[in-house]
T-cell receptor
């Protein structure tokens, strides 16, 4: 089955700096890579995702890059703010081309991001 | 946006009793619901996939008779932890379509 490795496990940055979290996956059939933000005791929130036919995707201060050949993908957060502090999870899955079939997600171990004011 | 409502948010029960957790999709139909378990400071581990109108698919190592999953309608999936033990204490979360998570249920078995 799929195996997702995530690094680093903790990341501490100063406000305004950039943060990068990296993940690798093992199953070449995986084609959907979402990132989630989870605050303590709360539900995970989907913050950005990317499909395997795209190399990069941006949404304001957040971007995700995917290297399908190397089987790794990364989350980039620029101009970090204290409210970005949370646990971030990457995941990998198989999703049908039309988005009508949703395979199970395999999550990375999580990264605790702390942004210091 | 789409909302998944999960109840209860917290429950404390005695060893040997059963607890039912409900997940409802409020403004959409969910043919598939995923159930996860999360230990403190750890990742989400998939327990089972529930499909409306059919039997759930359990992940390896998850006891089917202990974690009963029912998906009787397109808007409701339930997880029942039977004969609960302290080691079942955890955070349980449901999810629809990989993007919409319930609020989670903190189960404590005493």
């Amino acid at each position: 089955g799929e195996n997702v490795e995530q690094h680093p496990s903790t990341l501490s940055v100063q406000e305004g700096d950039s943060a990068v979290i990296k993940c690798t996956y093992s199953d070449s059939a995986s084609n959907y890579f979402p990132w989630y933000k989870q605050e303590l005791g709360k539900r995970p929130q989907l913050i950005i995702d990317i499909r395997s036919n795209v190399g990069e995707k941006k949404d304001q201060r957040i971007a995700v890059t995917l290297n399908k050949t190397a089987k790794h993908f990364s989350l980039h957060i620029t101009e970090t703010q204290p409210e970005d502090s949370a646990v971030y999870f990457c995941a990998a899955s198989v999703r049908s081309a039309g988005g009508t079939s949703y395979g199970k997600l395999t999550f990375g171990q999580g990264t605790i991001l702390t942004v210091h004011p | 946006g789409a909302v998944v409502s999960q109840h209860p948010s917290r429950v404390i029960c005695k060893s040997g009793t059963s607890v039912k957790i409900e997940c409802r999709s409020l403004d959409f139909q969910a043919t598939t619901m995923f159930w996860y378990r999360q230990f403190p400071k750890q990742s989400l581990m998939l327990m089972a996939t529930s499909n409306e109108g059919s039997k759930a698919t359990y992940e390896q190592g998850v006891e089917k008779d202990k974690f009963l999953i029912n998906h009787a309608s397109l808007t409701l999936s339930t997880l029942t932890v039977t004969s609960a033990h302290p080691e079942d204490s955890s955070f349980y979360i449901c999810s629809a379509y990989q993007a919409f998570f319930g609020q989670g249920t903190r189960l404590t078995v005493v």
